[in-house]
């Protein structure tokens, strides 16, 4: 699941022209994640790790809808 996103991500930014910045922090974030994973399914809730996966989630969602805000799309088209 971890290659699958990644490469979804690399799709999107070589086919669909999506800020090479956004890639990266979802790049990124797939990273953080993984790390989450080594340890699955026991979380420590105050490790960097989390916390860090938590303040990603946030700023990759702020970045996609800054994205598609800018960016309209007919109904049509989608």
Known sequence: LFQFSSAVLVG???FEHFP???VGVGLFT???YFGLLQTFPFI???SSNFIL???LVIFNHYLAFQYFAEE???FSEV
Do not use: A, D, E, R
Request: glycine share 6%; hydrophobic share 55%.
């Open 53 to 55: 996966s938590c303040v």
């Open 30 to 32: 797939n990273l953080v």
């Open 44 to 46: 420590v809730l105050t």
């Open 12 to 14: 999107l930014y070589l």
């Open 20 to 22: 090479g910045f956004m």
């Open 72 to 74: 309209y799309y007919l």
